[in-house]
């Protein structure tokens, strides 16, 4: 994204230095971001939300099937390969990089350096193209030194100058372990040809006629490729060279162009940030149990007929005879709402199993002419209880009851015993290699049947079948109960697919 600002708006613009910079500094910020995760930029819907609830078993119900001695899991081959030849890559061209390096400094131990205006040049007993690594120039022995040459020095003396050597390594070492990536070795060719644009800025502010330093580079005998670390002189004559020099200076306006890195720097921010899910995750669906009960806070009395409503929604029970009361909620966010006529309604946070909850009479201020007189009883007192909510009509579908479903006496663990004594995996699915984690839901309605089975978020066609046949052939449920009374209660239950890796 980087380069493509650069490619589309920048190489032909005269501002080098702007240029470098961009590449420099967009190479090193593509490395950093990844590594930048910023939370909670902005919010989205968890599309991977499930409804319902899960049938609370403690741990998945996962299906392992032992893959076949004459099948060879393809996936892990190519990742093992790629890894493999990865690693070849980059041992190849760090191994080349690291001979360079040391051909180099041999080079310049071994030859000649004469100190000259404040440069080090190093005469070569071998006929190499002039070129600069780090703080050296280097030019082969048996050449004379004239006005070309020194020319030649000129434009080498610039890379110097600039520590175009410090880029050169840079990329390098990018290459070496990113060669797999197209855009690196571009990079590595537009930060070059940069170079080569700064240089001959420097030798044309010494040298007016232009057309006689292009018609030097032109017959400039060009020697053998040393080293890519080494910027080469007479290798780097190019017709793009010739057109720089002769452009006409780019306005002040062009510069404004690098500002199109900030949207490219936006965009990956928020591309590798972390969002803030809304919606709860499965963990925070999984029902519990909450168990409790409603007194008055001076006498403790137990309230019978206390509503006891899960904050939010319109789900809830009311409390027995003894002031008890059971009911399931998911996750310890949720609150519960207790009222009672003439008692001040009370929230509760659900972060206990167990819990008991003490109502404050509620303090009315009533005029003198209507205060109860000596030896009668308080309005309050003689209040009714709250009426009973309205019966059950047997079409409503519960996600919890009072009273939930068993499964041949036991909780959801008896229906994934039963799971996994009965799934068979499809032995296509075997074949091809497909695992994941299929979601099923269904409903066990006032007969303890299981109906309405459907795949909510599944794998493949066959994995999803399998899923929904054994669940449809489920025995007999019991009943969940809300107010004593057989309800219609709404699961959803997770099939886990793995391959066993082992023979």
């Given amino acids: 994204m980087f380069y493509a600002v650069y490619w589309l708006l920048l190489r032909k613009e005269t501002y080098f230095s702007l240029n470098r910079f961009l590449l420099l500094g967009s190479a090193a910020i593509s490395l950093i971001l990844p590594l930048i995760r910023l939370e909670n930029l902005f919010t989205v819907p968890d599309s991977n939300s499930i409804p319902s609830f899960f049938i609370d078993l403690g741990s998945e119900t996962k299906i392992t099937a032992n893959s076949s001695a004459g099948y060879t899991d393809i996936n892990k081959l190519i990742a093992v390969t790629a890894l493999m030849i990865y690693i070849s890559g980059v041992l190849f061209l760090l191994t080349r990089l690291v001979y360079q390096v040391i051909w180099f ?14 440069m080090k040049i190093v005469y070569v007993d071998e006929e190499i193209a002039p070129c600069s690594f780090l703080n050296f120039i280097l030019l082969s022995s048996s050449v004379t030194w004239d006005e070309e040459l020194e ?16 880029d050169l390594i840079f990329y390098e070492f990018m290459v070496v372990f990113q060669w797999f990536n197209p855009v690196m070795w571009l990079f590595g060719r537009s930060v070059r040809e940069i170079h080569e644009y700064e240089a001959d800025r420097e030798v044309l502010k010494c040298e007016p006629d232009r057309l006689r330093y292009q018609a030097m580079l032109v017959n400039q005998v060009a020697g053998f490729e040393i080293f890519k670390l080494a910027n080469s002189f007479s290798k780097s004559i190019t017709k793009k060279r010739m057109i720089m020099m002769s452009k006409i200076k780019s306005s002040r306006f062009s510069k404004m162009k690098v500002l199109f890195v900030l949207p490219v720097i936006l965009c990956l921010v928020f591309a590798f940030s972390k969002p803030h899910i809304v919606g709860e995750s499965s963990q925070s669906m999984q029902p519990k149990q909450v168990t409790g009960k409603v007194i008055d806070a001076e006498s403790n009395a137990p309230l019978s007929g206390a509503a006891v409503i899960i904050q939010g929604t319109t789900e809830g029970t009311i409390t027995d005879d ?61 209040i009714p209880p709250p009426p009973p909510p309205p019966p059950t009509t047997g079409k409503e579908i519960y996600t919890m009851v009072e009273e939930m479903p068993t499964f041949q006496g036991k909780n959801g663990e ?11 995996y499809p032995e296509e699915a075997k074949k091809n290699k497909m695992t994941g984690k299929v979601y099923v839901q269904f409903t066990v309605n006032t007969k303890g049947e299981v109906v309405d089975v459907k795949v909510i978020r599944g794998v493949s066609p066959m994995l999803d079948k399998e899923a929904v046949r054994v669940t449809e052939s489920s025995p007999l449920w019991t009943p969940g109960k809300q107010q004593g009374k057989p309800v219609n209660v709404q699961f959803t239950f997770p099939i886990v697919f793995s391959l066993d890796e082992k023979k």
């Fill in 105 to 118: 400094l041999r080079l310049i131990r071994n030859n000649t350096v004469v100190h000259r205006d404040g």
């Fill in 322 to 382: 003894g002031g008890k009361f059971s009911i399931r909620v998911s996750g310890d966010d949720k609150d519960l709402v207790i009222s009672y006529v003439g008692y001040e309604t009370k929230v509760v946070k659900t972060d206990r199993t167990e819990i008991e909850v003490k109502m404050i009479k509620k303090v009315y201020d009533l005029p003198e002419d209507k205060a109860p007189k000596t030896g009668e009883k308080s309005t309050l007192e003689t």
């Fill in 414 to 424: 008896g229906f994934q015993e039963y799971i996994l004594k009965n799934i068979v």
């Fill in 151 to 166: 020319k030649i020095i000129l434009h080498e003396r610039a890379h110097v100058k600039n520590l175009h050597f410090i």
